[in-house]
């Protein structure tokens, strides 16, 4: 359970839809805003700052995953250290479609691979 959490969440290895990053980021926020409210109060300030450093880490590693589906390498997120225009443009590319087919990063997260099982129980 822990470790599909860790591969879903905090591994930058593969690819990720649009839809799913949007999805996750959403729900590491909300995660990470519970807890942080819970290490503030337990731990003061040092506490809410490990959940920060925590979340950071999961966005960082969605992201690189969703640059994956496009074809670019996780590194691009560096973009965001260039003032103004480097977020944008780093935002633009994590909005993009990803690449069709498998990549060098994996599999295309948008096929079902499964579309023609079916599971009969009697």
Known sequence: MV???ISTFATPRGRLSR???CLRLVQSGV???AFGMLALA???NDGAALVALLYLWCVA??????LHDTG???RTQLLFLVPVLGAIWLAVLLLQAGARGRN???DDPGT??????VDIHH
């Open 19 to 21: 839809s799913d990053w």
């Open 72 to 74: 670019r390498a996780g």
């Open 42 to 44: 337990a731990a003061g």
């Open 61 to 66: 590693c969605l992201s690189a995953r969703r």
């Open 104 to 106: 060098r990063y994996g």
């Open 3 to 5: 470790a599909s959490l």
């Open 31 to 33: 995660t990470a805003l």
């Open 112 to 117: 079902r691979l499964d579309y023609l099982r």
